[in-house]
């Protein structure tokens, strides 16, 4: 149970970095910023795997705060562009 807790700070902490690094309004509220985090945290832990043979078995985890950040800011990339394409701004 404390493990997902701290993932969920962990992952706060780096949607909120991600989210200052990218420009411009990105109005979502502190979940999705936690949300956020998490998900790039292994989405960079993915790409980390591949690129780097990290000798751990397992395929998606977590990994350091640079490719967690980097992870987090693509999807923070990614977020604005399909809603831009759509007209919409984010909830």
């Known amino acids: 149970m404390i493990h997902w807790i701290g993932f ?4 706060l902490v780096v949607g909120a970095i991600a989210r200052m690094l990218v420009p411009g309004p990105q109005p979502m509220g502190i979940i999705m910023t936690a949300v956020l985090g998490m998900v790039g945290s292994l989405l960079g832990g993915f790409v980390s795997s591949l690129l780097f043979n990290t ?37």
């Open 8 to 11: 969920a700070i962990f992952g």
């Open 55 to 91: 000798g751990q078995d397992a395929l998606v985890h977590p990994s350091g705060w640079i490719m967690s950040i980097l992870g987090a800011v693509v999807l923070v990339m990614i977020g604005i562009g399909i809603t831009r394409r759509r007209g919409h701004t984010l909830p």
